[in-house]
């Protein structure tokens, strides 16, 4: 059964710093993963999405690497804002139209 | 792009009545559709795959009598709770995949979501 782990749970930065959250799954067998940003009582939204066949994705300020072999992800955010201010979730798909696995998420927090 | 439209977005009911939430698809075609409660400050877990003229499948530990999903056409799925208690106040949110060969890659796109309120 696939699992998917965050780390951190929660984290704080000061606006303007790079900060990496991080995902791992138990199996590395997926079709793809991809990286969703929640805001406090609202739906999800698509950030990046990575293939099994890539190994990285880039939107922005916005950069998520894929090592399926070790089964880890990691999603970069440069020169953070407090708009980025969210819970950063990490979901895999493991295959064609199974539905997604979902981290417990980052809450992230950035400080003006 | 893929956009999923989730109505209503908040509802609160007496304890004992029925609500039903609806999720479709407004410019892709959704064979399968799933739902996903969230209780707070966890994250999201399935409750059951909905899929177009046929029954939905449930994840284990979900009443299938009190969840009733049905998806009648490809660009609409509802969930409906019965008989709702205040255990059942949650976030429930509705995903689908446009899998046509013309967007294949794409991945899901979620509803807004709907918070639920038992009194």
């Known amino acids: 059964k696939q699992e998917v782990t965050q780390i951190p749970a929660a984290l704080s930065v000061p606006e303007g710093e790079n900060l990496v959250l991080n995902c791992s799954f138990t199996d590395s067998a997926i079709y793809n993963l991809q990286w969703f940003r929640q805001d406090p009582g609202k739906g999800l939204t698509s950030l990046l999405l990575i293939q099994s066949s890539q190994r990285e994705q880039t939107s922005g300020r916005l950069n998520a690497s894929l090592d399926k072999s070790s089964g880890r992800s990691t999603l970069y955010i440069a020169a953070s804002q407090p708009g980025d201010s969210a819970t950063y979730l990490c979901a895999v798909m493991n295959s064609g139209n199974t539905p997604l696995v979902f981290g417990k998420g980052t809450r992230l927090s950035v400080i003006a | 792009g893929a956009v999923v439209s989730q109505h209503p977005s908040w509802v609160i009911c007496k304890s004992g009545t029925s609500v039903k939430i609806e999720c479709r698809s407004l410019d892709f075609q959704a064979t399968t559709m799933f739902w996903y409660r969230q209780f707070p400050k966890q994250s999201l877990m399935l409750m059951a795959t909905?899929?177009?003229?046929?029954?939905?499948?449930?994840e284990q530990g979900v009443e299938k009598d009190k969840f009733l999903i049905n998806h009648a056409s490809l660009t609409l799925s509802t969930l409906t709770v019965t008989s709702a208690h205040p255990e059942d106040s949650s976030f429930y949110i509705c995903?689908?995949?446009?899998?046509?060969?013309?967007?294949?890659?794409?991945?899901?796109?979620f509803g807004s979501g709907t918070r639920l309120t038992v009194v």
């Open positions: 995903s689908a995949r446009d899998g046509s060969p013309a967007v294949q890659g794409y991945g899901y796109t």
């Open positions: 909905s899929n177009e003229g046929s029954k939905a499948t449930y």
